[in-house]
């Protein structure tokens, strides 16, 4: 597979990574055992790019059941790359226009593909899928659920995103998306749960607790065993 943005040794560590994984999702025909293995990968791949954000992302030609690239948060160059906006340079840079037109003529066909990503996208990230023409978003865990796990987010489902897309006149857009959400949920719940446990301040637990959302937090640290220094 190709990549951009990443140290020599990890690209060759993650091309070979990448190899096995995207092997183990071409025999599969159930849309529901492709989108969980894509997601798999994904969250593999965000676990080791930056395992304190585990944002993670893959873009899939769906018809040809192929990994197009990889994008994961790098906010430690940019705050702003987050996984699909990685993913999606990513592949721009690997299939740029022939005619210097990427807007008219992209050099990937991008009705062809889906976005994977760990955790429900942005606005910003939402927007970007719409604007670049994917057919397909998939994701894992909920922007409420990053939120409740204690980090920023905008509280905007994509959903509402999507349905604010207008064409001329004010017209409704419908050249959006398909939305899947919570595939692998409990375990990208789990990966982000445990990657923001740092930040789960009492400010944080005084809100959960005026919010009632107390049984949240129990329920997640019954369920999901995080690693500890001391592990």
């Known amino acids: 597979m190709r990549f951009a943005y990443l140290t020599l040794s990890l690209v060759i560590f993650i091309a070979i990574f990448d190899m096995i994984a995207a092997q183990s999702c071409h025999h599969l025909e159930d849309q529901k055992e492709i989108d969980e293995c894509y997601m798999k990968i994904a969250l593999d791949f965000a676990k ?10 893959l873009i899939v030609d769906h018809t040809k059941n ?7 948060n790098s906010n430690k160059k940019n705050k702003l790359l987050h996984g699909e906006t990685a993913a999606f340079w990513n592949c721009t840079e690997l299939y740029p226009s022939p005619t210097n037109d990427d807007m008219a003529n992209p050099g990937l066909d991008w009705s062809k593909q889906t976005l994977f990503t760990t955790g429900e996208p942005c606005p910003m990230c939402a927007s970007q899928s719409i ?3 994917v057919a397909r978003v998939v994701w894992g865990t909920s922007i409420t659920d990053i939120y409740k796990s204690g980090r920023q987010q905008l509280d905007i489902r994509m959903e509402n995103v999507v349905a604010s897309a207008k064409i001329g006149a004010g017209l409704k857009d419908d050249n959006v998306p398909e939305l899947v959400g919570g595939v692998l949920k409990d375990e990208c719940d789990e990966a982000f749960w445990c990657a923001f446990s740092v930040w789960r301040t009492p400010e944080y637990h005084d809100a959960m607790e005026k919010n009632n959302d107390l049984a949240y937090i129990q329920d997640r640290d019954q369920r999901f ?7």
């Not at 192929?66 to 994961?72: D, L, M, P, Q, W």
């Open 48 to 57: 080791i790019h930056n395992p304190q954000f585990p944002f993670g992302a």
């Open 66 to 72: 192929e990994i197009s690239c990889f994008g994961a």
């Open 131 to 133: 604007y670049r023409g």
């Open 225 to 231: 065993h995080c690693e500890t220094p001391s592990d």
